[in-house]
């Protein structure tokens, strides 16, 4: 056995897996995570920004046409902790190959010593607590008889039968049995899940073994340094007392400090590091020192071999059982182990130094190999070394109050909350968590836990009870991000608020703490407040940094990162910063969000990243982008948001130039969504007065009024008296406080002949606005007046009023080579000369999307002779417009498709607004 044991290389291999696997989760815990239950995580939610999508101006009448845009805001929430199941299973599984292994060895053991192994075995199954698994009764003792049938059994058998057979065969004899017996208890058991229970309760086992692997290691580290000095100094004859004794002082006094650390009593003033960093330089160490022990001790309780394996076993065990403790949060069973660990320290080290000095002293300084008599007198003398260090445990244990018997009693407690937790039975866990605190106040899990479980129990009475305990007694982030999360849910943002300023002055620039209190701040109103406490947080937490872009952007105040964010909850607020600036956002933020919101699954971030995307101003065919949103719409996870899609395709319909779909959709919207309608029909008011029809425009605006509309603004007030209703005009300025228009006091004659004009401008005949824009001064107004009698009468202009036009144009602004390609040719069949006149009016190459653009449905009847075709564009046109050229062609149309009444009907309807001389000009004239 002993011959396999040093020569086989899987051993070696297994053994350095065992351990440096175990060390790297341990270290991975200590540093990186070290409370690994908590489980914040950032909620969003949505807000919006209107953002000026397009600015109208008409004359000396300018307003934005605004759509909103999201902005996501995201809120921490602290939510139950994970479950680690396969973690606990993992855990299980090594403590369990580990046990299979070390009872192996122990069958090496010497008779008193196997004696001694075997009831140290028996005392840690009995406090493992297995009879919880309810084999034949409450808590009856079948299950502890069968453990110990199925390890004891084979353990007995092969020392005292099986001494010669090879150390592979007893251990599968071992684990057969061990593991026949774990298999019959899971099987027979009647408690719900008895797979989790023995999982959570073999940490028990585990920290039993690694607790005795530090015991017996002791002195390692200090032992271990003093045989490297004198392995060093051979020959050298330096003073290995002075280089022994400092380094004894230097690490009993960070035992000691690390002590005080533990006990919380004395604010130390430099930063303590956990004890548990002190295992990996034990095991180390405590290598070396072993294999000087066994190479000079006869009285071995087995072969050299033997005992070395247990030291590599109880070393993975020790590194494990850290990662256990972790991931489970078990605090007080860590808080035990630190204990006891420093305890042993301490006790061991200095009596070794004792031992060292008292026997070795006069031989220290020789030069010679005394390292090789260190373990010479291994007798009485040696031993005292560890009376000694049990008397300075016992002594540390008085000293701390026993806290070690609190901790053992709440890391059961826990063990068992644990398990009750992980079957969903939240009442026990409760209760167990409860008493596992009561016991031992460091314990955020169980404090935590218990508030969690009591609100899913539906008492949040109790459960803010215990949060406000925590918050006196031991402040938590988690337990603060509950409480205040609950009490806003209860509508007490005030104490809400509270909570949050107290835990930001235990933990200053906490980030949870900020971000939450920063967004009830804007909630009551103290968005100066909010603001400044984001700006001023210093952090570079993502969450907090994406809610600062999105707070500005509320408040008005949106700015443009330099630094681009990758997330998409960034860059969607970003781009809504963007869009409020009225900036034209760039393309590779625009194709970062479009990537995002294609790979993301959130229904409220496709929502809004898809809104912001298609806020801006876009004449290509909208059909593709229409159709997706369609598409999303009828996705049953997004029937939450059906409005909203709608509301973005309307937006995308607009931007491509589609007015007549877009006021129909959203009236229709109006009429499906009552508590948006007064948004909805202020938009589409607004949308018609860009197009000079005043009097629809003024109708759409009083029926948001009448749905709870109240912005009304100067604007407003202008185009109810260009609509003909000037006593609706001065009922809105009375009722809302309006304040009359700049123009009104504004020097210059043209004014009021503009507004006289562009009152009417659609309904009025092409040759009579030319006359009339011949009349006007020259000025700003006369420029604006032209280009409109191009975009919208072009169709009924000559070729020599058109050049005209262009002419005085271009002295205003400059040459228009697009406007000038078009006067050259106006013809509207022609394809170069539309295309000019549509790139120069900036539309949608859809020739019927706008009806208010009367040249461009007279190039599509051209372009297509059918007169039921020609008859269905012009009746979708005539809906909006009043133009008496297309209510011309519209009879003509009808006529032609054998429909006389709907050509009688539209003739009368014609004829309130133009008189009898000019529609006899009109229809003298071939258009």
């Known amino acids: 056995m002993t011959t396999t044991l040093n020569t086989s290389t899987i051993y070696k291999i297994l053994a350095l897996l065992f351990i440096i696997s175990g060390g790297l989760f341990a270290l991975?815990?200590?540093?990186?995570?070290?409370?690994?239950?908590?489980?914040?995580?950032?909620?969003?939610?949505?807000?919006?920004?209107?953002?000026?999508?397009?600015?109208?101006?008409?004359?000396?009448?300018?307003?934005?046409?605004?759509?909103?845009?999201?902005?996501?805001?995201?809120?921490?929430?602290?939510?139950?902790p994970e479950l680690h199941r396969t973690e606990s299973y993992i855990y299980a599984g090594i403590v369990w190959l580990a046990v299979v292994s070390v009872l192996t060895l122990v069958t090496e053991f010497k008779k008193a010593y196997f004696i001694i192994g075997g009831i140290i075995w028996i005392v840690l199954l009995t406090f493992s607590d297995f009879n919880g698994l309810n084999i034949g009764g409450q808590n009856a003792n079948y299950p502890l008889i069968i453990l110990l049938a199925g390890t004891l059994i084979p353990l007995i058998y092969?020392?005292?039968?099986g001494q010669r057979k090879p150390l592979v065969l007893k251990w599968i004899g071992v684990f057969a049995g061990t593991f026949s017996a774990l298999v019959l208890l899971?099987?027979?058991?009647?408690?719900s899940n008895p797979e989790i229970y023995v999982a959570e309760h073999s940490l028990t086992i585990g920290f039993g073994l690694a607790l005795a692997w530090v015991f017996w290691n002791g002195h390692g580290i200090l032992s271990g340094i003093y045989?490297?000095?004198?392995?060093?100094?051979?020959?050298?004859?330096?003073n290995i007392t002075v280089q022994i004794?400092?380094?004894?002082?230097?690490?009993?006094?960070?035992?000691?400090?690390?002590?005080?650390?533990?006990?919380?009593?004395?604010?130390?003033?430099?930063?303590?590091?956990?004890?548990?960093?002190?295992?990996?330089?034990?095991?180390?160490f405590g290598w070396i020192s072993i294999g000087e022990k066994v190479s000079q001790s006869e009285d071995l309780i087995s072969t050299p071999s033997v005992i070395k394996a247990l030291h590599l076993i109880g070393f993975g065990l020790a590194l494990w059982l850290v990662w256990k403790l972790k991931f489970s949060a078990n605090q007080p069973g860590e808080e035990l182990f630190k204990h006891l660990f420093v305890y042993t320290q301490l006790g061991f080290s200095l009596f070794f130094f004792i031992y060292l000095m008292a026997n070795f002293m006069s031989v220290m300084n020789s030069g010679k190999a005394i390292e090789k008599i260190l373990y010479k007198p291994y007798s009485l003398v040696y031993y005292h070394i560890r009376i000694g260090g049990l008397i300075v445990i016992l002594v540390l244990t008085t000293y701390t109050g026993g806290i070690v018997g609190v901790q053992a009693n709440a890391m059961s407690s826990n063990i068992l909350g644990d398990y009750y937790y992980q079957v969903d039975k939240k009442l026990e866990a409760s209760i167990l968590y409860e008493n596992a605190?009561?016991?031992?106040?460091?314990?955020?899990?169980?404090?935590?836990?218990?508030?969690?479980?009591?609100?899913?129990?539906?008492?949040?009475?109790l459960a803010k009870e215990h949060l406000e305990e925590s918050f006196t007694e031991v402040p938590q982030v988690d337990n603060i991000l509950l409480l205040s999360d609950r009490l806003h849910q209860e509508n007490k943002e005030f104490e809400a608020i509270y909570y949050l300023e107290k835990g930001l002055t235990i933990f200053p620039n906490e980030p949870h703490l900020v971000n939450n209190l920063s967004l009830l701040y804007t909630k009551v109103n103290k968005t100066a407040e909010a603001l400044e406490l984001l700006s001023n947080s210093g952090s570079t937490d993502q969450v907090l940094m994406s809610n600062l872009s999105a707070l500005k952007t509320k408040l008005g105040k949106p700015e443009i990162s330099a630094d681009q964010n990758s997330e998409l909850i960034s860059l969607i607020n970003e781009l809504a910063a963007s869009n409020a600036l009225a900036n034209i956002p760039s393309e590779e933020l625009l194709k970062s969000v479009k990537e995002g919101v294609l790979s993301e699954t959130s229904p409220m971030l496709i929502n809004a990243g898809w809104r912001n995307v298609m806020s801006e101003i876009n004449r290509n065919d909208p059909s593709s982008d229409l159709t997706l949103l369609d598409s999303l719409g009828q996705q049953p996870e997004m029937i939450a948001y059906l409005m909203s899609l709608q509301e973005t395709a309307v937006i995308r319909s607009l931007a491509a130039g589609r007015v007549t779909e877009a006021v129909k959709n959203l009236n229709g919207l109006a009429f499906r969504n009552p508590k948006d309608a007064a948004y909805y029909l202020q938009l589409s008011g607004g949308i018609l007065a860009q197009n000079l029809d005043f009097q629809k425009a003024a109708n759409e605006f009083i029926a948001a009024e009448e749905r709870g509309f109240?912005?009304?603004?100067?604007?407003?007030?202008?185009?109810?008296?260009?609509?003909?209703?000037?006593?609706?005009?001065v009922e809105i300025r009375e009722k809302y406080n309006v304040l009359f228009p700049s123009y009104l006091t504004d020097e210059g004659p043209n004014i009021p002949d503009y507004l006289q004009i562009i009152s009417r401008f659609h309904q009025s005949l092409p040759e009579n606005l030319l006359s009339q824009w011949r009349t006007l001064d020259e000025s700003a107004l006369k420029t604006d007046m032209a280009i409109r009698l191009i975009a919208y009468k072009a169709h009924g202009l000559r070729k020599d009023d058109l050049k005209e036009l262009e002419k005085f144009i271009a002295s205003k602004i400059g040459p228009q080579e697009d406007l000038k390609t078009f006067v050259n040719n106006p013809d509207l069949t022609d394809e170069k000369s539309v295309s000019a006149f549509i790139s120069w009016i900036n539309s949608g190459k859809e020739l019927t999307a706008n009806p208010y653009l009367s040249p461009l449905i007279i190039s599509a009847l051209q372009?297509?002779?059918?007169?039921?075709?020609?008859y269905e564009v012009l009746n979708a046109a005539t809906e909006f417009n009043q133009d008496p050229i297309l209510w011309l062609r519209k009879v003509e149309a009808a006529r032609e498709s054998g429909l006389d009444n709907y050509a009688d009907e539209s003739l009368e309807f014609l004829k309130q607004w133009v008189s009898e001389e000019e529609l006899r000009r009109l229809q003298s004239l071939n258009y």
């Open 227 to 238: 045989i490297l000095l004198a392995r060093v100094n051979r020959n050298l004859n330096l």
């Open 186 to 191: 899971i099987t027979q058991s009647p408690i």
């Open 158 to 161: 092969f020392h005292i039968w």
């Open 245 to 284: 004794s400092l380094i004894t002082l230097v690490y009993l006094g960070i035992l000691f400090f690390l002590l005080l650390a533990l006990q919380g009593e004395i604010r130390l003033p430099f930063p303590a590091f956990s004890p548990l960093f002190l295992l990996i330089p034990l095991g180390f």
């Open 710 to 729: 109240q912005a009304f603004d100067s604007h407003h007030w202008s185009i109810f008296g260009l609509a003909g209703m000037p006593e609706k005009a």
């Open 437 to 461: 605190w009561i016991r031992y106040r460091k314990n955020p899990k169980a404090k935590f836990l218990t508030a969690q479980l009591l609100l899913d129990l539906k008492q949040p009475t």
């Open 863 to 870: 372009l297509n002779n059918d007169p039921l075709y020609q």
């Open 28 to 80: 991975y815990y200590l540093i990186f995570d070290p409370q690994p239950y908590v489980n914040i995580q950032a909620g969003a939610f949505l807000d919006t920004v209107a953002i000026p999508f397009d600015w109208v101006q008409i004359g000396p009448i300018s307003y934005p046409i605004k759509v909103d845009n999201y902005l996501v805001f995201q809120e921490f929430k602290a939510l139950a």
